[in-house]
């Protein structure tokens, strides 16, 4: 079984600022893990992933996330922080294989002051 | 790019009703997906599917109901709308040969019951 934690339903940064929003996971198998994007009233968007591989994984829109075994945790970061950023954040984890489901946390609203 | 589709994209709508959420997918994906979306919290899994004439129940329970008669096609049906069901619904479908669940959401359909 899986299960994720974000820490921080809501996070604000000023824009030009450091964007870390924070993810960790628990996974009795190798994890799998997202960051997907959700805009006002749109479905989710996939950031970026990690399966295999490098550990340092970067997405669209200059996003990027560490995998960080000993750790358990998957965080999202930014290094400047545009106002087109603002969003709600979804880290998701799954195990290997095709019938394995996705599980989502709770979400983090990013608000970008200007 | 992901091709998902849903329709409406909002309902608003009497208690009693019945109301079908359209979903359609062009990419050949076996599996498709719905979940429920309270705002400001997490996706919970309502139903899913491996192919035609497949259909599950999710983790969270739902008065809903599912079919899929074509590969493209996942619709939802609620029999009697009430306002218990006043909630945003996305639709997911993903590549079954993947062996990693990464899954491509459509954009929504915000359901207010009144």
């Known amino acids: 079984a899986q299960s994720v934690t974000q820490l921080g339903s809501h996070v604000s940064v000023s824009e030009g600022a450091l964007v870390l929003l924070r993810c960790n996971y628990s996974?009795?198998?190798?994890?799998?893990l997202f960051w997907y994007v959700q805009y006002p009233n749109q479905g989710l968007q996939l950031l970026l992933k990690?399966?295999?591989?490098?550990?340092l994984v970067k997405g669209i829109n200059g996003f990027e996330a560490e995998f960080k075994k000993s750790e358990t945790s998957f965080h999202l970061t930014k290094p400047s922080a545009h106002m087109s950023d603002a969003a709600e954040y979804f880290c998701?984890?799954?195990?290997?294989?095709?019938?394995?489901?996705?599980?989502f946390g709770t979400g983090t609203r990013l608000t970008i002051i200007p | 790019e992901a091709d998902i589709y849903q329709t409406p994209r909002y309902l608003v709508i009497g208690t009693g009703k019945k109301i079908t959420l359209e979903c359609s997918q062009t990419?050949?994906?076996?599996?498709m997906y719905w979940y429920q979306q309270d705002p400001g919290m997490e996706l919970h899994l309502i139903h899913y599917?491996?192919?035609?004439?497949?259909?599950e129940k999710g983790d969270l329970s739902s008065e809903s109901t599912v079919s899929r008669i074509r590969t493209e096609h996942f619709p939802l049906t609620l029999e009697s709308a009430r306002p218990s069901h006043t909630s945003q619904y996305l639709c997911?479908?993903?590549?079954?040969?993947?062996?990693?669940?990464?899954?491509?959401f459509g954009p929504g359909t915000r359901l207010t019951v009144l």
């Open positions: 997911a479908s993903r590549n079954r040969g993947l062996a990693v669940n990464e899954q491509f």
């Open positions: 996974s009795s198998v190798p994890p799998y």
């Open positions: 990690y399966t295999t591989g490098a550990t």
């Open positions: 998701a984890v799954t195990g290997w294989g095709s019938d394995e489901k996705l599980t």
């Open positions: 990419m050949g994906h076996d599996k």
């Open positions: 599917s491996y192919g035609v004439n497949s259909t």
